[in-house]
């Protein structure tokens, strides 16, 4: 059976970062959720906002396990998306947060 989905040009935008730490022990990883709350809420289009961090005990063999911090923004729209790239806050979220990162994989989709 082949499905077939249609994009609607004016879908909202999730935008979901997942952030491996250098350093994650506690401290660090919730410093990292502040910042996160500080600098990446309230931005104009954002219809969700959620930080938060590994659960431990879900291993089973599906579960990918290589990150402490993840991150979910939805967007209204592409345009919402693209000024928040941009902004003055995601830009200093970025510089004062980057250098504790060993990986940042983003995920983008059409939801």
């Known amino acids: ?12 935008i999730a935008h979901i ?15 990292l959720c502040a910042s996160c709350r500080h600098y990446l809420t309230g931005h104009d289009g954002t219809i969700y906002f959620s930080v938060g961090t590994l659960v431990p005990d879900l291993d089973r ?5 290589d990150f402490d911090v993840a991150l979910h923004v939805i967007f209204a729209d592409r ?3 693209d000024r928040y790239q941009v902004s003055d806050r995601h830009l200093e ?9 060993s990986q940042v994989r983003v995920f983008d989709a059409h939801v």
Request: proline share 5%.
């Open 1 to 12: 059976i082949h499905v077939r989905t249609t994009i609607v040009a004016e879908s909202q």
């Open 17 to 31: 970062v997942y952030f491996t730490l250098n350093d994650n022990n506690p401290d660090r990883i919730e410093q």
């Open 61 to 65: 063999p599906v579960n990918q396990r």
């Open 79 to 81: 345009d919402s998306h």
């Open 93 to 101: 979220f970025i510089a004062l947060n980057k250098e504790s990162w």
